[in-house]
């Protein structure tokens, strides 16, 4: 599998830190792309996702179906 260009390619992040404002600044500090940044402080999803470390990454088809999980840079 692979890209040819980045088309269509989101990155959507999820946090559970605690502190928002510490949060907003990490997210400017680290220049995170995209505007799909969320917090899940209460961890509803983490779970469900069976994260047990941070950070974690997923790699979600067009379909919403998991295709890859904790990639590096070179695996993406």
Do not use: C, R
Not at 8 to 30: C, N, R
Not at 32 to 55: M, T, W
């Amino acid at each position: 599998m692979g890209f040819k260009d980045a088309t269509g390619f989101e990155i959507y992040t999820v946090s559970l830190d605690s502190e928002k404002e510490e949060w907003k600044k990490s997210i400017k500090a680290h220049n995170l792309p995209g505007p799909y940044h969320v917090n899940d402080f209460y961890s509803k999803y983490a779970a469900s996702y069976g994260i047990d470390k941070l950070p974690a990454s997923f790699l979600v088809d067009a379909n919403g179906a998991i295709i890859g999980k904790n990639l590096n840079m070179q695996s993406l």
